[in-house]
């Protein structure tokens, strides 16, 4: 996983193929001391290419999002796959405090109406 | 404890180390992509495999996912069984893990067996003290 | 013949119709590649376990595909080690077998079973009349 | 398997990437009923996305050239890797009675100048 884009306040995060256990949790690593270090208060986590997001990933990405709010800095999911959130659906998993965005564009309006982050950049 | 013979299956992983989760994802949802299984059905049954192998690896330490082609009762149509079996320490309170939310574990849900159970056709488990966990879950193939 | 218990292989892909030659050289490939063998290694493997499925599919009608990672003498590397098995009819003349150009079928070269001794670093096979055939084949991870 | 370019007597093959016992068979009756029903001096089987090719795979590659040659047609096959072809040696397997050519330019020569095909085209 690498960051792809930045500007005014706002990163992305394209997640790789295959998440295992210590790669989602490096990712979680990656973005909390991401926006500590940086003034971050935005992020766009890119699961377009994921094709299996279970429990534990999920629990994963939704404590991620908690804790990255706790620092002031909202989360963008986009991308998602209709068969992964179907099967995340029937399996009764929610992302709480999670925002969810079709595409890139999409998520980026979200941010920008929720804090008005990635405006200058527009 | 029934008796399970990895011989009879076509697919066999072995999960010993946190790795196999994936590997075991990824090898049956190769088999069950090329049984014709719908992709939406396919990524189903793939994070199913991730739960239980998952489940295996935590619990359990080592245990083995199985896999074969089955033949429904119509005669036509085909399915999937799939099985996950360990001789782990066995589940303490069965029906508690069987129910939304209950989780011996940091860090969970505790939605992974119950969601294994929604996102299959048929599931079973079968689980005594100090002898092991087998959870056998199955799928039909559908049209779409 | 030795005993060959499945549940010591990190991977069972089992043979029975010709398309699982294809799956089990894809398997094969797969965990081969994430074990770190280098491209050409990963080809040699694959085409060693085409010409073992195959055989097993041709010859016995039904059997296994085996895989485990195996700690090298020294200690610190790895390999890996294949096992084809089966109980078919075994192999009538095992020297002419394993001799350039032996074979008893039509359409073929009768390169199998010595093409695969020379892609591999280890090469035992056992066979036994009317009880079935055992290949085991090992290849050492290399850095280049 | 389809059969992307043709002209001038010649026919280009490309072979799909995982070639099983029935397909390469399948390959086998295309190519020869092509090489009858049209007029075609010059085969090319391009199998640059084929991973293995195994004793069996080659012995059918090797017969379909032999029965080809007996048509009046050539054989070349472009493309191979060299992992495959690596592998090929140490086997001990050679496809008898087929050209080997670097890619499809170098295979379009290679049938040039053994029967003259393809320069009417070229
Ligand atoms: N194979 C197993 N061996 C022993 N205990 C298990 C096994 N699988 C599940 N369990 C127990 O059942 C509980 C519920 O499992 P599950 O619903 O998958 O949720 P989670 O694994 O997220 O806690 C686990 O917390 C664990 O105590
Ligand atoms: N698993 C097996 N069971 C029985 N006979 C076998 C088996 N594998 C190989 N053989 C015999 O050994 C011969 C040589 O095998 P091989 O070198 O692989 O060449 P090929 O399979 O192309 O004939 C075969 O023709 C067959 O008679």
Redesign the interface.
Known sequence: MKYCERNSGLSTVPVQIELDDSTVGALQNQILSEIQSESIDGIIIDVSMVDVIDSYISYVLSETARMARLMGCHTVMCGIKPSVALTMAQMGLRLTGIHYAQDLDHAIKILERIVGVGKQGA | MRDIN??N??????I?E??????A???V???VR?MGFT??D???I??AV??LA?NIYRYAGEG?ILLRGKQEKDGKNVGVEIVAYDRGPGIEDLDSALR?GYTTTR???G??L???R??MDSFSIESERGSGTIVIVSKKRRAF
């Open positions: 990895i011989e299956y076509d697919l066999s992983v072995k010993k946190e790795n196999d989760i994936v590997i994802r990824q090898m949802k190769n088999m090329k992709l939406s396919v990524t189903k793939s994070t991730s739960e998952r083995y939304d860090n969970s849900f939605l992974g119950p969601g294994v929604r996102l």
